[in-house]
């Protein structure tokens, strides 16, 4: 999704997690996580990027 000098995107992040992150040890499971992106352009190049992570769901699966 793209207006003006902002553009957005869904992302679903995949993998294997092998070390800590947020809090969650690392225990070699399979992990599935949907974050969005914002970033805000001048010229074509990014400016500033926010990411917005959906880290609660890793709590969830390796509970």
Not at 13 to 19: I, K, N
Not at 22 to 37: I, K, Y
Not at 40 to 61: F, M, Q, R, T, Y
Request: charge should be negative; charged fraction near 25%; hydrophobic fraction near 50%.
């Amino acid at each position: 999704m793209a207006e003006g000098d902002v553009e957005m995107a869904r992302v679903v992040v995949t993998g294997t997690l092998l070390r800590e992150f947020a809090g969650v040890s690392g225990s070699g499971r399979f992990f599935r996580m949907d974050q969005a992106v914002i970033c805000h352009l001048d010229g074509g190049k990014i400016l500033e990027a926010w990411e917005i992570a959906d880290v609660g769901s890793l709590v969830d699966d390796f509970s």
